[in-house]
């Protein structure tokens, strides 16, 4: 499969629901120019209260690094999980590229701003002990989405993210959401610029608001989710399990941009 530019982030690598093999099947089987990474590659947290590197996690560093010898420029935009990488941002390590944010243009001259989006928390005003129910709530989801697909494999059945089919389901986290993505094109906006690619609240995401064009490549812990553009400037959100799944397109000849609902295969 070949792409003009492939957009991933929320990776999690050190954490035991990153889902490693699905993401070296894709990069094993796609060609592109350019690959963002739009932060959490590596999930520090996880690795400070226990150490866990299985060799697939490994293999996913080796894969990168392999595209960017062979010519794939690699730009690294750290986040929240692996903030000390933002120390080395204007270096290259090794030939990827480490950036605080930055700009992209599309084919058809979109500009279109790129950052992890750990930043925008702030609009999202929780007290404390809302955090406190929020953090262990999704450890609890991501336990039954373990045990769901544990279960689904074995009766020989595909990839299914039990996590996003309750947190779609629950008000508050919708609204947590939805003031995300507003802050964001508000943020894209403020920089006279199209639109915003990001990441960190694992919700895959493409489509227009106000006006502005809004990506959200997703996640490797729940959605297993990839932002990609074609050489005709054609950008499409793949769900890549066993299974994949196309979930948004943004066509460039569509005007107002079709969008296709988000929708997960159960």
């Avoid at 690795?47 to 080796?62: I, Q």
């Avoid at 929240?80 to 270096?91: K, L």
């Avoid at 450890?139 to 494999?153: G, I, V």
């Avoid at 729940?222 to 943004?250: R, Y």
Wanted: proline fraction near 3%.
């Amino acid at each position: 499969m070949r792409y003009k530019t492939v957009w991933l982030s929320d990776i999690h690598l050190g954490f035991k629901d990153c889902r490693a093999e699905y993401l070296l099947d894709f990069l094993a089987k796609v060609e592109c120019d350019s690959i963002y990474l739009i932060g959490d590659v590596i999930d520090l947290w996880a690795m400070k209260r226990s150490l866990f590197w299985p060799s697939s996690h490994y293999d996913v560093l080796r894969s990168l690094f392999n595209k960017a010898n062979a010519g794939t420029r690699i730009v690294y935009i750290p986040g929240n999980h692996d903030e000390p990488f933002r120390d080395y941002v204007g270096n290259i390590f090794g030939p990827i590229e480490i950036r605080k944010d930055a700009v992209y243009t599309t084919v058809k001259g979109k500009r279109l701003l790129m950052f992890h989006g750990d930043c925008l928390d702030e609009h999202i005003q929780l007290r404390k002990w809302e955090n406190l129910i929020g953090d262990a709530a999704y450890d609890l989801l991501l336990f039954l989405n373990r045990w769901a697909n544990f279960f689904r494999r074995r009766s020989g059945r595909h990839y299914w993210s039990l996590a996003t089919y309750i947190k779609q389901r629950i008000p508050n986290a919708r609204q947590v959401i939805e003031v995300f993505e507003q802050a964001a094109v508000q943020e894209a906006a403020a920089r006279n610029l199209d639109g915003v690619i990001c990441g960190h609240i694992h919700q895959p995401a493409l489509k227009e608001i106000d006006g502005l064009l809004y990506c959200n490549d997703g996640d490797w812990i729940e959605n297993c989710t990839v932002l990609t553009e074609d050489d005709a400037g054609n950008m499409e959100l793949l769900q890549w399990t066993e299974k994949q799944t196309s979930l948004d397109k943004w066509l460039v000849n569509e005007t107002p941009a079709q969008v296709l609902p988000l929708r997960q295969a159960s």
